[in-house]
């Protein structure tokens, strides 16, 4: 069964650091790009970044709200993605979700896409003093 | 503030179609592939959709997508109980270079 699952939250300081994880089960990990998206308390999906596997370079992308405070990195040979957040903010406060993002090829936009296809379940963020 | 937009609310009674539009521009919508995703209460996303009108294996045929330029839809038929959740838009945006949500929608079933 593919399975994602993410650990890691918690109550945590304005101000301060925390690293996601999310260790996936199921699927040959090194073959597809891994993202991570939030949900704050009652709010919609915000897609926080996603990091390609190594054939594409393992090289990321990040909302450009974040980038320069949240990094994605991987390793393939445990199979975890991680997500490191500093400079910790109250509105930084949500459910963080992991995600498994594949290529694919759209015969008719004759093009390659990535989407995310497998979700775990989530792991909360405080930001609180 | 998201650059894609969808109606708050949607709702139907059983066995109706409801239709949920995703509107976007030229850099997300315009020029990548639309997916769709439905949240139950208190539950991860799911995805429904992928380019554009493409089923994930399970996902019932009660589930359709489309797109034409800037906007897409997600079409439910034969609405059921169990489909009162959120759905969400998704699509890469090329300006921005990242993936954009739309601003989802609440189905209710009355």
């Known amino acids: 069964e593919v399975q994602l699952v993410e650990s890691g939250g918690g109550l945590v300081q304005p101000g301060r650091s925390l690293r996601l994880s999310c260790t996936a089960s199921g699927f040959s990990f090194r073959e597809f790009a891994m993202g991570w998206v939030r949900q704050a308390p009652g709010k919609g999906l915000e897609w926080i970044g996603f990091?390609?596997?190594?054939?594409?370079?393992?090289?990321?992308e990040y909302a450009a709200s974040l980038k320069g405070r949240f990094a994605i990195s991987r390793d393939d040979s445990k199979s975890i993605a991680y997500l490191q957040m500093n400079s910790l903010k109250t509105e930084d406060t949500g459910v963080y979700y992991c995600t498994r993002d594949p290529l694919v090829y759209d015969t008719a936009m004759k093009d390659y896409y990535y989407y995310m296809d497998v979700w775990g379940k989530g792991t909360t963020v405080a930001v609180s003093s | 503030q998201s650059v894609v937009t969808q109606p708050p609310s949607a709702s139907g009674t059983p066995g109706q179609r409801v239709t949920i539009s995703c509107s976007g521009s030229?850099?997300?919508?315009?020029?990548?592939?639309v997916n769709w995703y439905q949240q139950l209460p208190g539950t991860a996303p799911k995805l429904l959709i992928y380019?554009?009108?493409q089923r994930p294996s399970g996902v019932p045929d009660r589930f359709s997508g489309s797109k034409s330029g800037t906007s897409a839809s997600l079409a439910i038929s034969g609405l059921q109980s169990e489909d009162e959740a959120d759905y969400y838009c998704?699509?890469?945006?090329?300006?921005?270079?990242?993936?954009?949500f739309g601003t989802g929608t609440k189905v209710t079933v009355l």
């Open positions: 990091i390609r596997n190594k054939p594409y370079g393992g090289t990321t």
């Open positions: 998704a699509a890469w945006d090329d300006s921005l270079n990242g993936f954009v």
């Open positions: 380019s554009n009108n």
């Open positions: 030229s850099s997300n919508i315009g020029s990548n592939t």
